[in-house]
């Protein structure tokens, strides 16, 4: 059964805790036979709680990397499926699409299964439908998108003290010095609506939240500029010939613009 193999862990923080109640509702209606146990992962202790959810406080003051390292002894089962609390799962979620995953992860010997094409690959893997090769020579090939992830593969990849950002960076050149086996699912297994940027809310998100009688009254909608400028940002770093996007990188560097793929 998925619950003997498969743990969901939602990473969150206090500052974060006003968007749980949401996530945790859309979660149980879009999941309502979830098999797998679920753990929240905050930093601060709460009182909250919910239905059919653990919530776990690492501690105060402790980043992303220190709360799963913290995490990690509370979790027995060998595979994890790791998202973030901004990441509301809005689709139908079915135990046998995860639970077939699993099997191919046991089969091809997986460490990490991500489940969000970007950065995307066209190269089958294997004989397998919807499943493709992930290069390891890009930035956030293995990135903190929702994903399977082999339990003792998230710990060797939790080296140090890290803010969550430089953390994301590691997680490429660390997979590559392992041999990590990772792969991508097309398969629309894990789907999410992407609620926040920069501590607002998204412009997608905002209409979705509407129209679902839903709301987050802490939160202000992000700028239209604030808005286009990520997305011309991330559209950029898609597209551009390598060789030009250094390029822009360097001409950015003299700006002042600090790239945490740098520290890497």
């Known amino acids: 059964m998925l619950k ?4 969901l862990v ?20 879009s999941w309502p036979d979830r098999e797998a146990e679920t753990l929240l992962v905050t930093d601060k202790d709460t009182t909250a709680s919910f239905e059919g959810v653990e ?6 003051k402790k980043e992303y990397p220190q709360r799963m390292a913290a995490a990690l002894p509370r979790i ?3 595979y994890i499926l790791i998202t973030l609390d901004d990441y509301f799962p809005i689709k139908k979620i079915e135990n046998w699409r995860l639970e077939r995953l699993i099997e191919i992860m046991d089969a091809e010997k997986l460490d990490y299964i991500r489940l969000f094409a970007d950065p995307n690959s ?8 919807k499943l493709y090769e ?4 890009v930035n956030y090939a293995v990135n903190l998108y ?18 969550i950002w ?28 992407d609620v926040i940027r920069k501590g607002k809310l998204l412009h997608k998100a905002s209409r979705w939240l509407k129209r679902n009688g839903r709301e987050l009254p802490e939160r202000e909608v992000i700028s239209r500029k604030e808005e286009i400028r990520i997305k011309v940002f991330a559209a950029g770093k898609k597209i551009l010939p390598k060789k030009l996007a250094i390029a822009v990188k360097n001409r950015l560097r003299k700006k002042g613009f600090v790239f945490f793929s740098d520290a890497v």
């Open 10 to 29: 939602i990473n969150s923080c206090d500052k974060f805790s006003d968007l749980w109640e949401n996530h945790i509702d859309i979660l149980n209606k």
């Open 55 to 60: 919530i776990f406080s690492a501690g105060e």
């Open 4 to 7: 003997e193999k498969l743990t």
């Open 166 to 193: 430089k953390y994301e960076v590691s997680l490429t050149p660390t997979a590559r010095e392992l041999g990590a086996r990772c792969v991508l699912s097309k398969g629309g297994e894990f789907e999410i609506l």
């Open 76 to 78: 027995k089962t060998e």
């Open 134 to 137: 992930i290069p390891l020579d």
């Open 122 to 129: 066209r190269k089958p893997f294997k004989k397998y439908k």
């Open 146 to 163: 929702q994903g399977i992830w082999r339990r003792d593969f998230v710990e060797k990849t939790l080296k140090e003290a890290q803010t």
